[in-house]
């Protein structure tokens, strides 16, 4: 069964270090998103793309946060500088269509990252 | 803006006792609603979804019925197992608002044997 792969699992960092994750979606999937879970609380959207184009983003702290997928397939996302409040699970998700919201969103195993 | 508000947890049942989670929503429009489960150490998979008013959506003994008038998503389970010891969300998705996904700041349900 094809899968959503995130890496690293486990980022341990300090602050105002940079640090990078990684996410391969499922094959053929147009949409992807990547979201913030801070212990404790819901899944909070930061990014979103519909192929290699950004649809929304409003939610993204772009001082320190970017993101890029430039292939319209894997994903990346930076923090510079990491700060202690940016301490959570980062989850990749992928749809195969953008939009309508019904489309079923299928998650990665997140990658946890603490600042210390 | 829209919302997502579900009973707070941690929720604690003996095998095969009877399962709610509550939801309740606020949106503009009519959106899709989700039940995501997250076992320990995985990440979220959609348990169940409903597009439009008094569908109901079910999958591995668990149901919930979208209720417009109450704007309620209610999880709903007859006998659970310990294997369904994991968080639950409850999540809107619309077609409002650019189609962003929002989630409950989930429940955790413990069962014991």
């Known amino acids: 069964e094809a899968e959503v792969a995130q890496s690293p699992r486990y980022k341990i960092t300090e602050k105002s270090q940079a640090v990078a994750f990684w996410c391969d979606p499922i094959?053929?999937?147009?949409?992807l998103y990547w979201y913030r879970q801070i212990l404790g609380q819901g899944p909070e959207l930061l990014v979103q793309f519909q192929d290699e184009s950004v649809v929304d983003d409003s939610q993204l702290p772009k001082d320190r946060f970017s993101a890029e997928r430039l292939k319209g397939v894997d994903s990346t996302l930076k923090i510079q500088p990491a700060e202690l409040g940016d301490s959570a699970m980062y989850l990749c998700?992928?749809?195969?269509?953008?939009?309508?919201?019904?489309?079923?969103?299928?998650f990665g195993p997140g990658t946890r990252l603490l600042v210390l | 803006g829209d919302s997502v508000t579900q009973m707070e947890g941690p929720v604690t049942l003996s095998e095969e006792a009877f399962l709610t989670i509550n939801c309740t929503y606020t949106?503009?429009?009519?959106?899709?609603l989700f039940w995501y489960v997250q076992y320990p150490g995985e990440g979220l998979q959609l348990l169940l979804k409903?597009?439009?008013?008094?569908d109901k959506g079910s999958n591995k003994g668990f149901e919930a019925t979208y209720r417009k008038e109450t704007t309620s998503f209610h999880l709903e389970k007859g006998s659970v197992q310990v294997s369904d010891s994991a968080v639950y969300f409850c999540a809107l998705g619309g077609n409002t608002g650019g189609f962003k996904t929002i989630f409950g700041a989930g429940t955790r349900l413990f069962v014991k044997a």
């Open positions: 998700a992928s749809s195969l269509t953008h939009g309508e919201g019904e489309e079923t969103q299928y």
């Open positions: 949106a503009t429009g009519y959106p899709s």
């Open positions: 094959s053929g999937h147009a949409t």
């Open positions: 409903a597009t439009k008013a008094d």
